[in-house]
């Protein structure tokens, strides 16, 4: 398996309540390296254009709103196969569905507000991580 990078958005409702370090313990623990980290308080028309791919979505402005509502931190994750090796610590979108262990069964509040994003293809990730990094941000 290769050696990817992905982004993981650490969102709200997980900053709020102080689970930031949590968080990244898991994705380290899992194996995954921070090449790139920092907290920013994304304004409704950035999160509208990170998230445009969901514009046609009922979810979208709601999203949008919640997603500004109070920091984020945005990382840039390495590791072997590292975007599927995100998404199995992430864990399914809705908390309830996720397995035991995971972000989202320990710390998301419901299927809305479920701590973190992460990339779900090679291409999504290299757009992400290009919204929110420059090439000098990412340290290997």
Same mark, same amino acid.
């Given at each position: 398996m290769?050696?990817?990078?992905?982004?993981?958005?650490?969102? +709200?409702d997980a900053?709020?309540?102080? =689970?930031?370090?949590?968080?990244?313990?898991?994705?380290?623990?899992?194996?995954? %390296? $921070? $090449?790139?980290?920092?907290?920013i308080?994304?304004?409704?028309a950035?999160?509208?254009?990170f998230?445009?791919?969901?514009? #046609? %979505? +009922?979810?979208?402005?709601?999203?949008?709103e919640?997603?500004?509502?109070?920091?984020?931190? *945005?990382?840039? =994750?390495?590791?072997?196969?590292?975007?599927?090796?995100?998404?199995? *610590?992430m864990?399914?979108?809705?908390?309830?569905?996720?397995?035991?262990?995971t972000?989202?069964?320990?710390?998301?509040k419901? $299927?809305?507000e479920?701590?973190?994003?992460?990339s779900?293809? +090679? #291409?999504?990730?290299? #757009?992400?991580?290009?919204?929110?990094?420059?090439?000098?941000?990412? *340290?290997?």
């Open positions: 290769a050696v990817e990078r992905t982004l993981s958005i650490i969102k +709200p900053t709020e309540r102080n =689970l930031t370090g949590a968080i990244v313990a898991k994705f380290e623990e899992s194996g995954l %390296r $921070v $090449v790139a980290s920092k907290r308080h994304l304004t409704p950035q999160a509208g254009q998230y445009a791919v969901h514009a #046609e %979505r +009922p979810f979208y402005g709601e999203l949008c919640f997603m500004a509502s109070a920091p984020v931190v *945005v990382q840039v =994750l390495e590791g072997e196969g590292a975007i599927a090796k995100n998404r199995e *610590v864990g399914a979108t809705n908390p309830a569905d996720a397995a035991p262990g972000i989202r069964a320990e710390f998301a419901s $299927v809305g479920n701590s973190v994003h992460g779900d293809a +090679p #291409e999504t990730a290299a #757009e992400e991580i290009a919204f929110f990094f420059s090439g000098l941000e990412l *340290v290997g």
